[in-house]
């Protein structure tokens, strides 16, 4: 068992019940029918950068929903199963829109499901901002975190991690490591069509849907996910050098995203748009 882990057994005492997405508590009431989720990748098109001083190649892919980091294999023979990352949540500004924040497993290569677990950032056109919570096993529709036990805002460090127990069961834990509070949270898969492949690890930015479409994504400054790592089930465990990068387009294929990996342990994302 990931040490990480065992140290979360600890710390993260707090079960919850969950709700359907929303954006902050008066919206949900609103908004009860309303189904929040993310999506597989989708790419436009690709490239690869080569580093003239060392040689290394660094393939990127544009999309139209995800900004961030993703390894896109284990070593071979294994699986991933583990995968964990915070970050200081932004506070969004103009233009008016949400975005997510979360770490997951598969859903880029393999696209038969995602786990994965972590934070919405909402302004709305009056300027009032909301912070929700969540996590989802694609192709089921995310799951809020009751907002009286787990609460966060623009400025608190959340801790993320994610660990797949069998290919179809799992559990996710967020901490705001800012307040001390956590929760942890049991998953399993929505039928056995989406076992996990355990083929990616992820930290990325997304512009979600809901109610069947995307959202209009806000300005969120930047984010930095570190403490980044993910570990195979046989024991492996990877940081984010070599991972490839993705950066988010608009409909006019203009480059909204600046995703950069500083370090092994680390991806920035930058809203450029």
């Known amino acids: 068992m990931h040490f990480s882990t065992l140290l979360s057994a600890a710390l993260f005492s707090t079960v919850i019940l969950a709700a359907p997405k929303g954006h902050g508590l008066a919206s949900r009431v609103a908004h009860r029918q309303s189904s929040r989720a993310s999506g597989l990748l989708d790419v436009k098109y690709s490239k690869d950068v080569v580093d003239p001083e060392t040689g290394n190649v660094t393939h990127i892919d544009y999309s139209s929903n995800w900004a961030g980091g993703v390894v896109t294999s284990p070593p071979a ?29 598969d859903g880029d290569t393999y696209g038969n499901a995602i786990l994965q677990a972590g934070v919405d950032v ?37 801790f993320v991690s994610v660990q797949s127990i069998t290919s179809t069961d799992g559990t996710v834990t967020l901490q705001n490591l800012s307040t001390g509070q956590s929760v ?25 849907d809901e109610n069947g479409s995307q959202v209009a994504f806000t300005d969120f400054g930047s984010v930095s996910f570190t403490n980044a790592l993910a570990q195979t089930a ?10 490839d990068i993705i950066e988010i387009v608009d409909d006019n294929n203009n480059v909204i995203t600046q995703v950069s990996i500083p370090n092994s342990a680390e991806v920035d994302v930058v809203y450029s748009g």
């Open 77 to 105: 023979g294994e699986t991933f199963s583990y995968i964990q990352g915070q970050f200081v949540v932004p506070t969004p500004s103009f233009p008016a829109g949400s975005a997510a924040f979360w770490v997951g497993i």
């Open 184 to 208: 942890t949270q049991d998953v399993s898969a929505p039928d056995s069509s989406s076992a996990l492949g355990g083929q990616n690890a992820e930290w990325i930015v997304e512009d979600f």
């Open 122 to 158: 909402t302004i709305n056109s009056d300027g009032s901002t909301s912070f929700d919570s969540w996590y989802e096993w694609y192709p089921q529709y995310s799951i809020t975190f009751d907002p009286s036990q787990f609460s966060f805002g623009a400025g608190d460090t959340i």
């Open 234 to 243: 046989q024991g492996s465990t990877l940081g984010t050098d070599g991972a």
